[in-house]
């Protein structure tokens, strides 16, 4: 069983940023991050594998980026140039034999 913390929610103002990090307890191929707003789906924001290959949601290029260490089990997501739509409780995800999730963190943006 992978275990997932997550940390670096919060508040920011619109234009601010913040930096996402989740630790897993092993090794994991594909990492990322998924959000879901209030009254809406949870949908993929960026995922990146072992490798460094990356995706990302149209809504996101151009302000996120995902970066992983392998050596810490751990990835990141800087997010700049937050708008409020960003708000959302996001998740870490890391798929190997299964798909497993952190509990999520809220990021809060504020116009």
């Known amino acids: 069983q992978v275990q997932l913390v997550e940390s670096g929610g919060g508040l920011v103002q619109a234009g601010g940023f913040l930096r996402l990090s989740c630790a897993a307890s092993?090794?994991?191929?594909?990492m990322g991050w998924y959000r879901q707003a209030p009254g809406k789906q949870r949908e993929l924001v960026a995922i990146?594998?072992?490798?460094?290959?990356?995706d990302y949601a149209d809504s996101v290029k151009g302000r996120f980026t995902i970066s992983r260490d392998n050596a810490k089990n751990t990835v990141y997501l800087q997010m700049n140039s937050l708008k409020p739509e960003d708000t959302a409780v996001y998740y870490c995800?890391?798929?190997?034999?299964?798909?497993?999730w952190g509990k999520g963190t809220l990021v809060t943006v504020s116009s």
């Open positions: 995800y890391a798929r190997e034999i299964g798909a497993y």
């Open positions: 092993g090794s994991i191929n594909v």
């Open positions: 990146i594998t072992r490798g460094g290959n990356t």
